[in-house]
């Protein structure tokens, strides 16, 4: 898949997850909560969770069906997390997407429940009624998608980086934040679209270490991002890790170092690709690209 | 089962949960976050849904190690819930099960982190890896559970709640709001109990009809309690719902009124249970019994 041929894939794939995205999150749900839930995961982000599950399944003829509800499980969490992380008691941020945060235009309570809401949508999209997926996916998908959001992975992740507020965290103590708080569900994405196909151990190996070093790049990125762009290009608020006197990959490696470590990954991630024998991870091998050089 | 073999069965079942739970829930989760999720779950709490799970899942000879992971998921979920309800932004309550609250010994953001955590572990719980569980099963069970917790379950009644608070609601909208809010939860605790064996079409729309009439029933009595007990007994602050303007059984049907209507669907449960045709049901009928009687 060239790049121009990824441009129009990808264009088809994020078509396809807008629309079971807004099939799936209810409107109806009671007093404002599916209004909310609307608002914090429709039309914004960059889907690249989605991306990573539809091109991980595309590498492995993975079942279409199938990986189209995961990519959208994976954004439900990913936005609901966003959606907590913004509140007053945690990173108390009123601009994500572009938009005020959920909690500015709904109220924190509203917040909370919408988060609260949207990660047990994500267990419902994998547990669709009747056959449509295999029942033995369906729960593969869950074990999955629960391992990467709890304690061990993205919620543990979060609880660090809570307590390490003006913390000296060295680079292992961040990478160990990092892999937890971003890396376990980026992950888990590639993992999840691996799951929709079959693999040879060597294959999910490889595609567990792309998982791994892309899950760690966008977390470089994102600190590189903070210093070197304004709020209007992130569409979220610039300058904030400084601020808060949180531990960066730039305030603990130097924004060149973070530069050089952000491409080292973007390399790992290719040679893990080309190690995994796969045939067609040209999907995923633009997604890494994407990862590092975004402005975004 | 008479009273005391369910008193037998309960003691050692409650023990078997107790140990599951202090297996499952981690104590490694980084920086305090285990630890305020085994402060929020362990040691505490009627466990009333872990005996619905479990005596459901007699009724129907169902698999004992299903059973227990059901019983302790739906219990992660039932603890979660009352975590996020304490919190500021919603009931703002400082004491429960005779413990200050997590917030109030953890933090803020911890205790949200925690409930976060608590809702993804449910699902780890439900998905062993390997097949200590039939998979097909373990996504059946995850779908019960997910549906209960969400937007259509759980979580949309905690936000007509939040809504209605000062709000002149009918028994019709009270119904609807617990229904969801806690209604969703048990029923779904004798239907997870009851997919981990095999049911008719009747047995499964009269264990339906049980835990939709307990459900209602548990919800009316909390209402009783909390005018007719003082905190101590109740191990939560009560009065809480009058001094909060929260609509109530007893704001609008009267105490006597609401007695009746415990009463009412206590002999609906009974009568759900016995149209089943399941046989062996005592422990069912005993726990319809408790949820009633009980004063805290």
Redo the contacts between chains.
Sequence with gaps: MKRDDFDTWSMVELDAVEAALDAWV?RD??????EA?RYAVLDGGKRLRPLLVLAASLSVHGHRDAALRASCAVELIHAY?LV?DD?P??DNDVLRRGKPTVHVRY????A??A???M??????V??P?GDVVA??L???L??L???A?????M??????D???VGLPLDEQGLSDMHR?KTGALLQASVLMGASCGTTTTSQWLGLAAYGEAIGLAFQVVDDILDVTQASATLGKTAGKDLDSNKPTYVSVLGLDEARHRADQLRRAAHAALASSGLGDVRGLAVLADRVVDRDN
Tied chains: 1, 2.
């Design positions: 209810p749900a009671p007093a404002d909560l599916g839930m997390s907590h509140l008691c945690m109220g924190v309570a509203q909370m429940l988060g609260d809401a990660q047990a949508l994500a267990f419902e994998l547990t009624p029942p033995a369906q729960a593969r869950c074990g998608l629960a391992r959001a709890g304690g061990a992975g919620a543990g992740g979060q609880a660090i809570l307590a390490s937890r």
